[in-house]
């Protein structure tokens, strides 16, 4: 929704016309012209050519590929609320834009019989704007336990799938001497706890940063990356 979220008055076109490529690249068409209809047009496009369509592959038999069927649609929304913290300062801006989403998300509400699930991320509190006062199905899993490690990487997974970028930063430094001598991959291990471990979503488990891990990897630095990758206009302007 950041792609979206400058402009409330071309917030409903901007998003109508996205949806109407994105349909039109898997070879199908929809006339609807505002978000919600083209919206719900999406949705009912990709589960009657797609998701309604049993899977029938090599070695599989009709009868067991009628019932391995592919109902499985599910929408992304990032940073859904983008269109309104973006215009938090301009009322006449802010109400345009809550009206176009109310609209959008009332819509996709309507389709829930055709989508297996919705994760949508954001930094405001969805149970607070009234865009969402018709989707009285979602939980916000923010603080859940069972979902406190899905945002940002554990020890453990770092450990497990970069040990090779980690091995190969390790050398890098050691080429460049960037840290001296004594510099071994618990030492690495430690520097990126010092730089990266920010966060916790239950109070027990840390995660670190994946945009600034996977940056220093490529990169071999050590930087403040992650607060430069996104403006703090909204934190300034509450």
Known sequence: ?????????????????????????????????????????????????????????????????LVADRREIIVLIDEYDAPIVNNLTDPASLEIAKSTLHGFYNALKSCENMIDRVFITGITKFSQLSVFSAMNNLRDITFQPRYATICGFTHKEILKFYSSHLDAALKNFKDMKKFGPKFTHKSLMELIDEWYDGYSWNGADRLLNPLSLQNLLVDYNFDNLWVRSGGMNFLNQT
């Open 1 to 65: 929704m950041n792609a979206f979220g400058d402009d409330p008055s071309s917030l409903d076109l901007n998003l109508a016309t996205s949806l109407r490529r994105f349909v039109k690249f898997r070879g199908f068409a929809i006339e609807e012209r505002n978000s919600a209809d083209s919206l719900i047009a999406t949705v009912e496009t990709l589960y009657w050519n797609y998701a309604n369509i049993p899977i029938l592959t090599t070695g599989m038999g009709t009868e067991d590929g």
